[in-house]
DNA sequence: GGCCTTTCTTAACCTAGATTAATGCACAAG
DNA sequence: CTTGTGCATTAATCTAGGTTAAGAAAGGCC
């Protein structure tokens, strides 16, 4: 468990990866996301100040996600294996809960609905990151977020 | 912990219950899913003999979930807030894995990837169940569904 | 400053899947 | 046996969001 600092751009996990860590993030701003076989990018979270992010996957072999920073930051490493706490345990359950509601949303909700709850999961991100990422994270491309966005603005 | 029988149609847990157990299923199928503000389903998660399906969402508050016996069933109801074991915290990194591939999956695969992403994960599950059941899986329309199956026999 | 690359937006079109509606089935209830 | 009642399929139409393309804005970087 050591504190490090990385870049804007760095990458701390790849697809394909055969171990894997999470990362608490004590200042800055990470994301995981996955490659498909069509080459596209899939945003899977956002990790801003506070947040922790890892990639489940790894518990059943090779990595699925990649863990960039979008910003310089700061950030924990904890390693893997080590005994897990109740705690931890606990943090585990609400995971998937959010998750559950994540794959919900993603099964029933509209683009706009999807919209307005990112803004509501992170309050802050909207001016950190590109639209592109945001489009990425909600499953819709650049341009139907573009439309969604304009629809908002002229539905006031 | 202890064993107990239901029938067919008979409802284990209600959206909104304040507390949720968990359901290992020795005989049978269980189903867990929501209804959203417009009154729809959103089929969760099947749960056929040797699987645990349970509400993480009840960790928040209330539970999100519905679950509900697709057959006459044999089930044993586990006690939340037990201690956990290590076993169980590697069961939930390994839901954890299962539900980000799902989560993947909704954002960026057609309806007849999820359908064989579908019929991998649950290989028994297909002649056992309504064809509306899989469609509230996979996030589409009964009729949509047809339509997929039946571009997938012409297409042999 | 200017230049190049990337990002964002707008608009015209296209397609996967939703909606609606009609038909045919199965099976449960009388 | 007949009469529902719910389920599956097919077809016609509609729509949210994808695709393509082109211009506008916003950074790095020399």
């Known amino acids: 468990m050591k504190k490090i600092e990385v870049k804007k751009g760095q990458i701390l ?14 200042k800055g701003l990470l994301r995981s996301y996955t490659i498909d076989e069509k080459g596209k990018e899939h945003l899977f979270m956002f990790a801003p100040e506070g ?3 890892a990639d489940a996957s790894s518990v059943n072999g090779p990595t699925d996600l990649f863990i960039e920073a979008l910003e310089n930051s700061i950030i924990l490493v904890l390693d893997e294996g080590v005994q897990f706490t109740e705690s931890d345990t606990i943090r585990l359950i609400k995971r998937i809960a959010v998750l559950q509601k994540r794959a919900i949303m ?25 639209q592109k990422m945001i489009a990425s994270y909600l499953g819709i491309t650049p341009e139907a977020l573009s439309k969604v966005k304009s629809a ?3 539905g006031l």
């Open 106 to 130: 993603l099964m029933s909700a509209s683009a706009i609905e999807r919209y307005d709850d990112f803004l509501k999961t992170y309050p802050d991100i909207v001016q950190r990151v590109p």
């Open 51 to 53: 947040w922790i992010i």
């Open 13 to 26: 996990q790849r697809k394909g990866d055969l171990s894997s860590r999470k990362y608490s993030v004590e």
């Open 152 to 154: 908002k603005t002229k």
